[in-house]
Nanobody, 122 residues
């Protein structure tokens, strides 16, 4: 089970830290990541982190503003977002999978959270 938190309404230029707490069969997951889905758009990959190594990957469109990190002991992954823009408004989803390696397709992930809403006002 994946549970996201930390979303909310913020002004442009502000910051947020999203959290994703994993529970249950966490021993089988090797990768966690964040996707987002804006109204009327497809779900898009944002960031990836390996749970068995130190690898991370941020999609180019948000690189420099988004940072992904983990607290492995708690099986929690974070997405730090700074300099928020109205275009960042979306539901942010946490996802996990058992296979290793970077994957940006929605279909590549086995487990999903319910999402947390981020709304950025101009």
């Amino acid at each position: 089970q994946l549970v996201e938190s930390g979303g909310g309404l913020v002004q442009a230029g502000g910051s947020l830290r999203l959290s994703c707490a994993a529970s249950g069969r966490t021993f089988s997951t090797t990768v966690m990541c964040w996707f987002r889905q804006a109204p009327g758009k497809e779900r898009e990959f944002v960031a990836f982190i390996s749970l068995v190594g130190s690898g991370t990957y941020i999609t180019d469109s948000v690189k420099g503003r988004f940072t992904i990190s983990k607290d492995y002991a708690k099986t929690t992954v974070y997405l730090q977002i700074k300099s928020l823009k109205p275009d960042d408004t979306a539901v942010y989803y946490c996802a996990a999978r058992t296979r290793s390696g970077v994957a940006v397709a929605v279909s590549a992930y086995d487990y999903w959270g319910q999402g947390t809403q981020v709304t950025v006002s101009s």
